[in-house]
């Protein structure tokens, strides 16, 4: 789950990072009077889920309160890359001698928290990763014993001479690894973690994504995440435990599991269709789960035609096939269906479904090309 | 011979009591499983298809030699029950239970690591050599003996494929799922390198989707270390980036992780990737033919 800036700001506080005084605003007035509290020169910054805000114009330097305002303004609404803006962080402007970049994420070829330091920072660290990789280091953590102050001085040594600010970056480099920990999160960074004149170190921006395993121990994390641009339908998938993603096709897909869903997806596509839609239906026949999946692809104008393919495994075919019957009772529907259901008690669910008028498929290549045939028919 | 299960497989349930895992016993027992205790923690002296239940890993590894464990723990508790089944002395814990938080299956690799135990999964289908031992949750019946490898991060669309080749009149000598989270206890390398040295196996089946690298890392694994023909299929070219699409670990984060990826890295170790799941067997047949 990714939350924004100011609540990753508001927990990197929390762990005594040296984090530049800000405040939360969803008006221009309010960002004026934000920026007078704070002397008038404050940066605006555009509070969205995607990358590269700034080169969209989402982060603005304010000399003066009217100015914070005129940015404020012209910030909030603004649409970067198709989300909104709904909110901006009107922050303290610090005085910035040098910039670093620390990082921490899971990495998964090593099966540890990796910390990241650079001196280059302020900048995308991916492109300095792929131009400049030396200037990158890299620690693995022991995920049981966790960052030593003796690591933290290292790491800190490697991108700042100075040992009195040095010993700042590395009790930032200790804060930050606490809360990434603490938080359950799979990023959590500061680019940039800048040195002031006086040799002050402060942490202007933060960035952190959290383990949607672990939430359920982050009762407050959770709290954080933003729905204003979720679906109706996205909300719903989420509630009944199904794995939902919108696409632009017009074939609707209900799997079970993401790997055969996935797999759906990509020969509707080689067959020349185009999905609709990614849905793993879990592990679970229940009734009312197939039926608010069918909901869920049907409420899409644009969905001609469903593919519903169903390998029963531990999953029993006949079950599905009851729900489903018990779904096209419940959802009203002209969208026409093609069935494939297989593996363990197909042959049952065969029977289920013999009174009722669906198409059905032995083979998943069969089945998608009888879907897309449904969807091109008079479109 | 198959890997890392066999006829000398003796398991160990834990969570034996709960639905899941009362469950699945039944179904390995039917297999041929020599399933020889379970732990639930309370439960301790109770039986579940004639299984005796044990408190702890410790008292049912010291009364019954189990040597390998399967855990249908909940997630929230899943991690502390792993290393128990480690400490206890089992060889290997294969790990059903999905949605454990990702730093806890870090700590629990650590820990494995630590007492020399293989970890499969978690978030996973197990592991069948068709035959003689099921520790897993898939249908056993579209298994059969022969000397096909599969080694998948999925779970149905390994039986997908497991059905195609049963179609294709091909048996495996083991059907491994590693599992979709981001941190896994075995990965592709790890069970080419046991399918390399495994005589029953002749060809292995690689079945990747978006995420991570490990299928570039076996590709070039393959080149430098694995004589025996490799096939692969790689789910997730439609996927778009940035979405989590179902498993924990299948997305496409920072433009890295896309199937096209992957699919050329594969390509340029000289391992044939199936268009779908039922141009497998044809590519078998091409690969065993070659040899």
């Known amino acids: 789950m990714k939350i924004h800036e100011h609540q990753a700001m508001e927990i990197f506080g929390e762990y005594g990072l040296p984090v530049s005084a800000f405040d939360v605003v969803t008006s221009p007035a309010a960002a004026r009077a934000a ?104 620690h693995s953590v022991n995920p049981e014993r966790g960052l030593s102050d003796a690591e933290a001085a290292e790491l800190a040594a490697k991108i700042e001479s100075d040992p009195l600010v040095a010993a700042q970056v590395a009790d930032a480099i200790l804060k930050l690894y606490a809360a990434f920990v603490g938080s359950d999160a799979s990023l959590a960074e500061i680019n940039p973690l800048v040195v002031t004149s006086d040799g002050i ?54 799997v079970n599991g993401a790997g055969l869903a996935m797999t759906t997806m990509d020969l509707i596509k080689q067959h020349g269709g185009e999905p609709a839609n990614f849905l793993d239906i879990g592990g679970s026949s229940n009734p009312d789960k197939v039926a608010t999946a069918l909901e869920i692809i049907t409420s899409d104008p644009k969905v001609r035609s469903v593919l519903i393919n169903i390998f029963g495994g531990i999953t029993r075919c006949d079950d599905v096939a009851r729900g489903l019957v018990h779904a096209m009772e419940r959802v009203n529907t002209d969208v026409p269906l093609v069935v494939r259901l297989t593996g363990t008690n197909a042959e049952e669910a065969r029977s289920v479904l013999a009174d009722h008028d669906l198409m059905t498929a032995d083979t998943l290549d069969e089945a998608v090309e009888k879907v897309i045939a449904l969807a091109g028919r008079d479109s | 011979m198959s890997i890392f299960v066999n006829d000398d497989t003796r398991l160990c349930v834990q969570g034996i009591t709960g639905r899941d895992g009362a469950f699945q016993t039944k179904g390995m027992i039917d297999y041929g499983t020599n399933v020889v205790c379970g732990v639930t923690p309370g439960k301790g002296g109770q039986s579940v298809h004639g299984v005796p239940v044990f408190d ?75 035959g003689k031992t099921k520790v897993g949750i898939m249908p056993g019946w579209i298994h059969s003996e022969g000397p096909v490898g599969v080694v998948s991060r999925s779970g149905t669309l390994t039986y997908e494929v497991v059905d195609s080749l049963r179609r294709g009149g091909f048996g495996q000598s083991t059907v491994l799922g590693i599992g979709g989270d981001p941190i896994i206890g075995t990965n592709f390398i790890d069970a080419l390198t046991a399918y390399e040295a495994d005589a029953q196996t002749e060809v292995i089946v690689l079945l990747g989707e978006i995420g991570g690298t490990d299928e570039e890392q076996a590709a070039q694994f393959v080149t430098e270390h694995v004589d025996k023909p490799v096939v692969s299929f790689i789910a997730g070219r439609t996927a778009p980036p940035g979405k989590r699409m179902g498993h924990a670990g299948a997305i496409i984060a920072g433009g890295k992780g896309t199937a096209q990826e992957k699919i050329e890295a594969l390509s340029e170790a000289g391992i044939p990737v199936a268009d779908r799941p039922s141009d497998i067997p044809g590519l078998i047949a091409a690969a065993l033919g070659r040899k």
């Not at chain 1, 650079?118 to 660290?125: Q, W």
């Not at chain 2, 400490?87 to 650590?110: C, H, N, R, W």
């Open chain 2, 56 to 130: 702890t890993m410790a008292d049912a590894v010291r009364e019954t030699g189990a040597n390998t464990s399967i855990t249908f723990v909940p997630a929230r508790f899943a991690a502390p029950a792993i290393i128990e089944a480690a400490e206890a002395g089992v060889d290997l814990v294969v790990a059903i239970s999905e949605g454990i938080p990702t730093l806890d299956v870090a700590k629990v690799y650590q820990r494995l690591s630590e007492l020399g135990t293989r970890m499969i999964g978690p978030n996973c289908p197990g592991v069948i050599s068709p």
């Open chain 1, 201 to 254: 170190v402060r942490a202007i921006d933060a960035k952190m994504n959290i383990d949607d395993n672990a939430l359920y121990r982050h009762e407050d994390i959770a709290a954080m995440r933003d729905t204003s641009t979720d679906t109706v339908e996205l909300t719903k998938a989420r509630e009944l435990g199904m794995s939902f993603v919108k696409l632009d096709g017009n074939v609707g897909c209900l």
């Open chain 1, 35 to 138: 920026a007078e509290s704070r002397g008038g020169s404050v940066v605006i910054k555009a509070q969205v889920h995607v990358g590269g805000r700034g080169k969209a114009g989402g982060v603005k330097l304010a000399r003066d309160a009217g100015e914070a305002e005129r940015h404020a303004e012209r910030i909030l609404g603004m649409d970067i890359k198709g989300l909104t803006v709904e909110k901006v962080v009107v922050a303290e402007v610090v005085d910035i001698d040098r910039e670093y970049y620390i990082g921490i994420v899971v990495d998964r070829a090593t099966k540890k928290p990796v910390y990241m330091v650079s001196s280059e920072g302020g900048v995308d660290i991916e492109a300095v990763a792929s131009e400049t990789p030396e200037k990158i280091h890299k």
